[in-house]
């Protein structure tokens, strides 16, 4: 009988409990990932030097390199210091833009990579896109996802508050995402990965439905497993789609216009807030999705209207250095008065309508 299946890429070893950077060793050793090679440990400069230091003794062959991560440069620099053959495998510990730096840099060397998270701020930790700065933009590329991932939910506990809710609202709009994605495959035919919609779909729900408080212990297990859960799914569908959508669209616009305000995953919860309304008025079904989101949303503390993430209002008069669509300039629909409102459902607009609109955000020049 053959064997209908698929076969697809995840990382080999999941470990998230509190103190799990210290069992970086026996993953690697377990694992097969090194076999008393010498592996690099890549840390920021926001790693305490205790840390650091207990790292340096539990992998005593290891090399501790501390680099400013979080751009295409900083990654080609830790590209040419990790050669092949002096290193076996390639540990980043950190948050987001370490572990972003870190998948890029291990990728053009061909270097399996470790991921050991100590924040949870966005789904990079297991996913196979690196985000990082280059000029003024900061384009994702794609890379090979992490061999394993620790998530020490102690560092994570001790983190900025901020980073935490962010990673909520980037957890949570995966349900937007995998909205859009349903919606794109019902109206305009494209094609849609079933396992990725699930596994992208069933971390988000357990954040959504979460009791637990902010900072809890579970909440925060179940945060970080939403986090690689979303990460696989990016894997299992070849893209980002089924954890971006006209929420990261708006993420990125926020990025672009008002730098150094929201960060990623409060853009991305924002938008998904939005992209919620707009599916929940014009179309049929899911009439509560906005409901649970905006009570998720608010009783995690992250923002639900751009000026409370430090954007200004978007319904305000855009400035010169602002772009916006055609037409579009204080539109009502953007207009966060609006949001508070039970949404009415009129019909969806017609194709000519959408087709418009999508043109006037092509304009626009955001990216997904
Ligand atoms: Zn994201």
Redesign the pocket.
Known sequence: MPLLARTILTPLTIEISPGAVRRIGPVLADARITAGGRPAIVLGPGIGAELADKVGKDLPTAEIIQIEAGTVESAMALADRLHPHTYETVVGIGGGKIIDTVKYAATLRGLPMVAVATSLA???LASPVA?LRHGNASPSYGVHIPIAVIVDLALVARSPIGQIRSGVG?AL?NLSACADWELSHAERGEPIDGLALSLARTGAQAVLNHPGETTGPDFLATLAEALIL?GVAMAVAGS?RP??GA??EI?HALAEMHPATAS??MG?GLGALFATYLRTRYSSGGHDSFDRMSAALARHGVPRRPERSGSPPVSSPPSSRTRRPPGRAGSPCWSTSAWTAPPSRPPWPSTSTRSADLTARSQWGVRA
Request: hydrophobic share 10%; charged share 10%; net charge negative.
């Open positions: 966005h789904d990079g985000t980037d709009s979303g980002s954890c971006s929420c990261h993420a990623h995953g991305a």
